[in-house]
Nanobody, 123 residues
């Protein structure tokens, strides 16, 4: 069983920064696919950033240059550093993990999800 626990959300003014953390508990491996997703009211859940099994990173266009995904394998923790935050970044942010397949990481259908942490950016 794998459990993911997010922290670090909060309220911040536009232009500010937050760092989200995701503690990973259970049987996982450093080669697993790890990602951050977000869901705003009335909108579909979208992928924000992902670390693939080969260590490569992918970001959605709206956060490129502002957000950085990273992981600490020793601490088994995933991070999302968010800078230059905008009101449109307001959403519930979720951490996700998946063992992946020979074809790579899933697009959205990650196997394990955290409960989410709220990020609110005011103008």
């Amino acid at each position: 069983q794998v459990q993911l626990v997010e922290s670090g959300g909060g309220s911040v003014q536009a232009g500010g920064s937050l760092r989200l953390s995701c503690g990973v508990y259970g049987d996982t491996y450093s080669s697993w696919c790890m990602g951050w997703f977000r869901e705003a009211p009335g909108k579909e859940r979208e992928g924000v950033a992902r670390i693939d099994s080969d260590g490569g990173t992918i970001y959605t266009d709206s956060v490129k240059g502002r957000f950085t995904i990273s992981k600490d394998n020793a601490k088994v923790t995933l991070y999302l550093q968010m800078n230059s935050l905008k009101p449109e970044d307001t959403a519930m942010y979720y951490c996700a993990a998946d063992p992946g397949t020979i074809d790579g990481c899933p697009y959205r259908a990650f196997a394990y999800w955290g409960q989410g942490t709220q990020v609110t950016v005011s103008s």
